[in-house]
């Protein structure tokens, strides 16, 4: 079963800096990793799929980036709408089962 | 603009069962996997349950296994999860999400209907 490790799990910042934001996983999973953002009350939106392919969209102060069993999600020139609960999530292939990570709260500092 | 809305959720003593549904619109349904994912209160997200797009294909997280069954009807638009022997573990709210063609990421997703188990 592969584990999804995200980190640090609060990140407080302010708006108009960089927020990196971490997913490690138990094993490889090549680049099938995909990062979501949710707002409180709201679904999951989805971010980017295969760790850097942005989703319809996002804006490209968003990017993905990783391979093996380390990612980042990283937001530039935060802005005030950017705060939110991020996950990254991991499909084995077979059988197929979704894992998510904890999520990593990105708070107004 | 693509649609999905579940309901069915509601307070339900553990033992008890219930049904969930899934209505959606402006995308062609029966192309397209579909999945149950939940969030229990104040925690984070796991998936549940996954169905082929002709039905034929179903799997289950192995906590739901043999209690939750997904289906489909295409004819209708919708998507189902029959929830039986309900545990106080299984409170969440529970969303309805499409996947994507690659059937590795969820492209859409409900707003969600909350299930409470509790006596």
């Known amino acids: 079963e592969i584990v999804l490790t995200q980190s640090p799990a609060t990140l407080s910042l302010s708006p108009g800096e960089r927020a990196t934001l971490s997913c490690r996983a138990s094993q490889s999973v090549g680049n099938y990793l995909t990062w979501y953002q949710q707002k409180p009350g709201q679904a999951p939106r989805l971010l980017f799929s295969?760790?850097?392919n942005r989703a319809t969209g996002i804006p490209d102060r968003f990017s993905g980036s990783g391979s093996g069993t380390d990612f980042t999600l990283t937001i530039s020139n935060l802005e005030p709408e950017d705060f939110a609960v991020y996950y990254c999530h991991h499909r084995t292939t077979w059988p197929p089962m979704f894992t998510f990570g904890q999520g990593t709260k990105l708070e107004i500092k | 603009e693509v649609q999905l809305v579940e309901s069915g959720g509601d307070l339900v003593q553990p033992g008890g069962s219930l049904r969930l549904s899934c209505a959606t619109s402006e995308f062609t349904f029966s192309s397209y996997w579909m999945s149950w994912v939940r969030q229990a209160p104040g925690k984070g997200l796991e998936w549940v349950a996954m169905?082929?797009?002709?039905?034929?294909?179903?799997y289950y997280v192995d906590s739901v296994k043999g209690r939750f069954s997904i289906s489909r009807d295409n004819a209708k638009n919708s998507l189902n999860l029959q929830m039986n022997s309900l545990r106080v573990e299984d409170t969440a709210v529970y969303y309805c999400?499409?996947?994507?063609?690659?059937?590795?990421?969820?492209?859409?997703w409900g707003q969600g209907t909350l299930v409470t188990v509790s006596s």
């Open positions: 295969d760790a850097s």
């Open positions: 999400a499409r996947l994507t063609g690659s059937t590795r990421d969820f492209d859409c």
């Open positions: 169905i082929k797009t002709d039905g034929s294909e179903k």
